[in-house]
């Protein structure tokens, strides 16, 4: 069974400073997906990480992927608070086969953020 | 372009009524996905098609919950006999053929009183 696990859990930050998720899975999957939730809201897709050594960035954000280790972090760099959400990574249960397609993702429990001016 | 459109937005039914939540995937996208989120157990993966085929459905809670998918413009999610535990949020997603981002709708919030 896969899982995927996110910590911290809740964080509660000031702006301007940094910070890093984490999100380690358990299977062979080589693709790694993450998510932003704002609250009453559907999921918004932030980065889908394809590779091994795969590095996004995104105005503050910055994700990247070791499949070795089966880790993703998400890099928080000076937050704001408009980034204040709940976080998402989720993992497919297997590598992408030969051709490419798609697979049901396995949810971590999500980072609950929150900014402070 | 349209995103992905889920109907109804919100559904308020008693216990034991049949429940029926529909799903259009953005246009020339093969794979459709349910999900379900609750507080409890997160976001779960229920069912998911490519090219209108059901590939898994091993997240399906019970016999209650029966998914199609007729034509690749839309999907149906229904449950029957509706309980109060499956009260959740459900989400619909679509992916295009190489399937790697999955793009999710504003979601249904089902309350079974």
């Known amino acids: 069974e896969l899982k995927v696990e996110q910590n911290p859990l809740f964080l509660s930050m000031q702006e301007g400073k940094n910070y890093t998720i984490y999100c380690n899975y358990s299977?062979?999957?080589?693709?790694l997906y993450w998510y932003r939730q704002d609250p009453g809201k559907s999921l918004e897709s932030l980065f889908v990480?394809?590779?091994?050594?795969a590095v996004k960035q995104e105005g503050r954000l910055m994700a990247s992927l070791d499949t070795k280790a089966r880790l993703s972090t998400l890099h928080i760099t000076a937050a704001v608070h408009d980034l204040s959400a709940t976080y998402f990574c989720a993992a497919p249960p297997r590598a992408v086969y030969s051709g490419g397609g798609a697979d049901g993702l396995t949810f971590g429990k999500g980072t609950h953020l929150i900014i402070q001016p | 372009d349209a995103g992905v459109i889920q109907s109804p937005r919100h559904e308020v039914t008693e216990m034991g009524q049949e429940v029926t939540l529909r799903c259009k995937p953005i246009?020339?996208?093969?794979?459709l996905f349910w999900y379900r989120q609750t507080m409890m157990r997160g976001l779960e993966l229920l069912i998911y098609f490519n090219n209108n085929v059901p590939i898994d459905d091993s997240g399906m809670p019970e016999d209650r919950f029966s998914a199609k998918m007729p034509n690749a413009s839309f999907s149906t999610l229904k449950i029957q006999p509706s309980e109060p535990r499956d009260s959740a949020v459900y989400f619909c997603?679509?992916?295009?053929?190489?399937?790697?981002?999955?793009?999710f709708g504003p979601g249904t919030r089902l309350t079974v009183l």
């Open positions: 990480l394809l590779s091994n050594g």
């Open positions: 246009s020339g996208h093969d794979y």
């Open positions: 997603a679509s992916s295009g053929t190489g399937g790697h981002e999955q793009f």
């Open positions: 299977t062979t999957s080589d693709r």
